[in-house]
Every structure is written in structure tokens, then in C-alpha cells.
């Protein structure tokens, strides 16, 4: 009966004779006629309920995914809908079970069940990525195992570029677009989201220091700048003084420093730089000609940074030396592939890639072998953070 969860089903069940509680809420005889009423499912949180949910309606039920429609025809009236059978660690978001009153003019009725689904208190090896299949162009935060099974909708809200806390236990996103944004903290499964600093200019592509105590990020429209912040909110500080628009900040491994992207003089593209955590020594690391280097991130073992540049005519992930010596071409692909990020034991690199015809992301070796997808959706996913 269960499709795969990434699966939105309809199915359509006819009753007949709607076991109706007699008249309407009004006191009115119910109007009388077939009404199509659709029952849909949205659950964010982890660990999602494993089995998925049961709607009952004026004594009929059907069983739901967790994200799911299932559609009823009935005679109008008054109903009891109610969403049974979640895990106990689930609860819908609003009332349940829910009395509503159906007319054929109002068909097709639409009632959404919100589910949220807290009680993991970790990421422990997985991804955190963006992804606007439940809305086009519409991101959301969603989870997956590294092997892209057990794919899970993390934000409720709309959210951007996010990375995981050093101890897994923790998720920072920013809002990035619009003029005043936020930088926002949620628990691992999802719960608790709330802004740590509410900006008054596009912010964005939030990185934890590894110490787990300050974030970096970027700041500014139309230049940008680094800020970093504590998680409590306190101690904001601007660390680059210089005009540049910095962008995609990755902390290294031991905290002693920040690599990002910049733009350099009038010709000189975007390259990639390294500075000390608190803004000095400045170091310019690429001078690519004819082409960019950007989204810098370290690895685990700190010897190497991978990043992703253009210089081969469109996005590729090349790897280098933390002093800017030896790029080396990893996906070697028409389309474009970006947006690297290290597996926490530093054995693989996942990345984005645009190959399938929409946004995917892909698993490799350090050494680009092994490529494996790990998202299958015709929608947008991009942008993994892999946690410890
Ligand atoms: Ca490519
Ligand atoms: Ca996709």
C-alpha cells in the first residue's frame, strides 16, 4: 500500500454513503450532493514516523505517507476528520481530530494536516541540504543518510544555505534573500528554530567556528562583508574592512582561520583567500586567469580545501593545497558541479551537480571516483552540509 516517501500519491476512494453526524454545524439540513475532499499530509522533524498515518473520515479511513494526498468523495454534511496512528513521537500541528462541514459548492475541500516529528537529539553522519520540491523555487531544509536513503523534510519555514554544528546537534540557516534577513539557530530535528540576529541587509552562507561557539557569515548588499557572531547573538564583529564581495566563509578545522572567495581589483575575477579568524593576514590563494574560484571548504585533516571554479569553461569541484599549489579537476563534467562539501572522516566529497538536468547531489571519492546520486527529485537539491 506504502509508495516510496518521496512519493506525493492520490488516490481516490469513492464512499458512497458518507456516515454523516446528520446536519450541518448551523443546525441547517445538510446540503445534499457528492463533495470531493482532499486530505494531505505535511510532516517536518526527525526521525519521521515509520509507518505513516491513518485519516478517518465519517467512518471511512485510508492510509497516508507521511507526505501524502488521499482524496474521498462524499455527500455534503457535517464530518469528524481525524489523523490517526502517528508515532509517539509525532503530534499534528493545530487541532485533531477536526468536525467540518462540506458543500457540494465548496468541493474540492482541502485539509492539511501538519505534522511535526521531534526526538532526534544528533546528525550523526548525514546531510542537511536545500531542495524546493514541495514548492518550486520554495526552499526548504531536508536530511538524508550519506547513502541518500531516509530523506526527511527538516525546516517548516522557508530556509537558505545551512551549516551543521561541529557536534551535530545543532543547524544554522540564514533567510538570504530580501533586505533585512536572518540568521537563525534549530535543533537537529528540526525543532526549536529561532533567529539568533534579525540584519538589515542580506545575509547569508552562515559557517561554524569549530569550537561550536561563533558563526561567520556574509553580510551586505551591493558589497558584502564577513561578520562573525556568537550563538547567543552577542558579539557581533565585522572581520574584512576592504570592498570585495565576500562570499561562501569556511572556517578551518583547528579555528586559527577563514577561507572564502572576494572579488579582486577590476579584472581579476573571484579568487580564493585565507585570513586569520580574527581578519588579519590577509592571503590571496588562487589567481586563476579566465575564470573563478569560490566556495572554499577545508578538509577534515586541514592539508587540503576543495573549492569550485570555472576555469575549464564550467563548474567543476577542484581540490588544492591549503597554500593554493596543486589544483587538481575532480568532476571533469559539461555541467556544472559545485557547492563541495567534505564527509566528516574527510574519505568523500559530496557535492551539487546540475548533470541530471536539475539540481542533484552527488557522492564522490576524494579523487572524483565512485560517483554516486543521492538525490533522484526532478526538483532543485543543492547545497549539502554533511554532519560529524
Ligand atoms: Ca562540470
Ligand atoms: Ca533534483
Known sequence: MFEPKSAIAMRSLLIVAGATLGCTADGTEPTVGPVDVMIVTSTYGIPPDPDGYRVNLGGRSAELETTDTVAFEVTGGDYIVELADLAANCSVQGTNPRTVTLHPETSPYLLTFAVACFGAERLQDQ???????????????????????????????????????????????????????????????????????????????????????????????????????????????????????????????????????????????????????????????????????????????????????????????????????????????????YAAVWSWDGTMIAFTTTRDGNEEIYLMNVDGTGLVNLTTNPADDCCPAWSP
Not at 169 to 181: D, F, K, P, Q, V
Not at 257 to 281: E, L, P, Y
Not at 287 to 308: C, H, L, M, Q
Open 127 to 337: 546531510i542537511v541540504f536545500l531542495s524546493d520540491r514541495l514548492q518550486r523555487f520554495s526552499n526548504h531544509l531536508f536530511v538524508m543518510d550519506s547513502d541518500g536513503s531516509n530523506v526527511a523534510r527538516l525546516s517548516m519555514d522557508l530556509a537558505g544555505v545551512a551549516d551543521v554544528s561541529p557536534d551535530g546537534r545543532r543547524i544554522a540557516t540564514a533567510s538570504c534573500g530580501g533586505l533585512t534577513t536572518t540568521i537563525s539557530l534549530m535543533n537537529a530535528d528540526g525543532s526549536g528554530r529561532a533567529p539568533i540576529a534579525n540584519i538589515a541587509s542580506p545575509s547569508c552562507e552562515p559557517s561554524w567556528a569549530p569550537d561550536g561557539l561563533k558563526i561567520v557569515f556574509t553580510v551586505g548588499f551591493p558589497d558584502r562583508a564577513l561578520w562573525t557572531i556568537g550563538i547567543d547573538g552577542f558579539d557581533q564583529t565585522r572581520l574584512t574592512d576592504e570592498p570585495g564581495f565576500y562570499s561562501g566563509p569556511d572556517w578551518s578545522p583547528d579555528g586559527t582561520k577563514i577561507a572564502f572567495a572576494r572579488i579582486v581589483g577590476a579584472v581579476g575575477g573571484i579568487q580564493i583567500f585565507a585570513m586569520a579568524a580574527d581578519g588579519s593576514n590577509l592571503t590571496q590563494l588562487t589567481s586563476i586567469a579566465n575564470g573563478s574560484a569560490t566556495r572554499p571548504v577545508w578538509s577534515p585533516d586541514g592539508t587540503k580545501i576543495a573549492f569550485t571554479s570555472d576555469r575549464d569553461g564550467n563548474l567543476e569541484v577542484y581540490v588544492m593545497n591549503t597554500d593554493g599549489t596543486d589544483l587538481t579537476n575532480l568532476t571533469n563534467h559539461p555541467s556544472d558541479d
